[in-house]
């Protein structure tokens, strides 16, 4: 554990966010962190996902390090929110490679010599991103021209089908309290009632049955 000693500053993700921590002990098969909300844990190394190159004292408050460890966290977020990876993909996309270190792509973006947090906010901004990298085993993959439109068509695909559920289960709802709903009001009336009938009459066979059992799910957890 030699990149792990007591007083870096590490990051792992908890319930799909980054979250910060320090070091406090290496002893044993997994690192004792202090978390950015006060709480002490045991975490296995493959957890982490950022290391900071510099190790802070631990003779600090639990305060100051509590406190520490939320101001990195924002300033991490704010920073990645402001990040255009667009314009570094254009750059590195045709290179004859499509893999490369996280350290060497945020110094494309930002320059030699980066810092901890910078690096860190990169990476924050590869992990939301859905179009133009993919971080995989301490690697950036940078996708192809192809995989990024492939992904925006799927993403609204995905956007065309909220939408269709969505107002599938309004106009329902309405249906159901006893409004009156004809096709001006809902274009689609027509469509989403046949694939409920047919749904409901060949089950599974019903090329649309897991889009309906969607809108009729949603349509339970609102009543």
Known sequence: MDTY????????????????ALIIDTTGPRLRLLVQNGREINLAPSRIVTVSTAAHSLDQTRE???SLLKV????????????????LWEIVCEEPVN??????????????????????????????????????????????PEQVEQLKHQLEKEAEKKQLLDD????????MEG???????????????????QTYLFGSECPEADLVRQLLDSLLFTF
């Open 99 to 144: 893999e490369f270190s996280v350290v060497f792509l945020a110094e494309m973006l930002f320059g030699d010599q980066v810092s901890d947090d910078q690096t860190a906010a990169f990476l924050r901004a590869v992990f939301d991103d859905r179009f133009y990298f993919k971080f995989k085993q301490g690697r950036i993959t940078v996708h192809t």
């Open 72 to 87: 990195t966290c924002e300033q991490r977020r704010h920073l990645a929110e402001s990040l255009n990876l667009q314009e």
């Open 168 to 175: 599938a289960a309004q106009a329902i709802m309405k249906i």
């Open 179 to 197: 409004e009156e709903v004809d096709e001006n009001q809902w274009p689609e009336r027509t469509k989403i009632l046949t694939w409920i009938e």
């Open 64 to 66: 100051t390090q509590i």
């Open 5 to 20: 000693t007591t007083g870096k500053l590490v990051e792992f993700i908890d319930a799909g966010k980054f979250t910060c």
